[in-house]
């Protein structure tokens, strides 16, 4: 399986300010094929379902606010918010899509001070 | 609007059965992989497996092969998850989810399954 390690765990940043959020594989999640990395983001808030923010490591989903920035490749991947909002309190997931079995990075809860 | 709705969670003993069902809407499901996802209280999400467009073929996370079945019936848009011989440590949210090319892009609101005594 292909083990995802996110950091930091938690962070407390004032609105306003820049996030990065950090995501390793343990293999590479680059394509030879297509050159495209297998990687995705979520955010779930507090008491809801994960929602889709990121997939392909950069292409952001439909209705997704442009203030979500993913970059990265092969093995390194970040989640950059930029000019965080209070509603942007949430948990942040990593989940490679490369092979088989999904899994997920440990998450990373962003609060708001 | 898309929908996933997920019922059928409760309390179940352990080694206890119990199946889920999630009721779909708003796109074609017949046209789409399907996943179930689980999340433990304050853990992070764990892929329990998948389900081809047609039914016809099912991947499971290899820690998860013994305790799940997930089948579909594409008529009525309904994903199931059939969960056997239960443990403590199957007490979890479970999610219905849309899966596009292996990410995940439509979750349902979650149904809850404790096992216990």
């Known amino acids: 399986d292909i083990v995802m390690t996110q950091s930091p765990s938690s962070l407390a940043v004032s609105a306003g300010e820049t996030v990065t959020i950090n995501c390793k594989s343990s293999q590479s999640l680059l394509s030879s094929g297509n050159q495209k990395n297998y990687l995705a983001w979520y955010q779930q808030k507090p008491g809801q379902s994960p929602k889709l923010l990121i997939y392909l490591a950069s292409t952001r989903e439909s209705g997704v606010p442009d203030r979500f920035i993913g970059s990265g490749s092969g093995t390194d991947f970040t989640l950059t918010i930029t000019s965080v909002q209070a509603e942007d309190l949430a948990d942040y997931y990593c989940q490679q899509h490369y092979n088989y079995p999904l899994t997920f990075g440990s998450g990373t809860k962003l609060e708001i001070k | 609007e898309l929908q996933l709705v997920e019922s059928g969670g409760g309390l179940v003993q352990p080694g206890g059965s119990l199946k889920l069902s999630c009721v779909t809407s708003g796109f074609t499901f017949r046209d789409y992989w399907m996943s179930w996802v689980r999340q433990a209280p304050g853990k992070t999400m764990e892929w329990i497996g998948d389900i081809k467009p047609d039914g016809s073929n099912t991947n499971y996370a290899p820690s998860m092969k013994n305790g799940f079945t997930i089948s579909r019936d594409n008529a009525k848009s309904i994903l199931f998850l059939q969960m056997s011989n239960v443990r403590s440590d199957y007490t979890a949210t479970y999610y219905c989810?849309?899966?596009?090319?292996?990410?995940?892009?439509?979750w349902g609101q979650g149904a809850s399954v404790t096992v216990s005594s």
């Open positions: 989810v849309r899966d596009y090319g292996g990410y995940l892009d439509a």
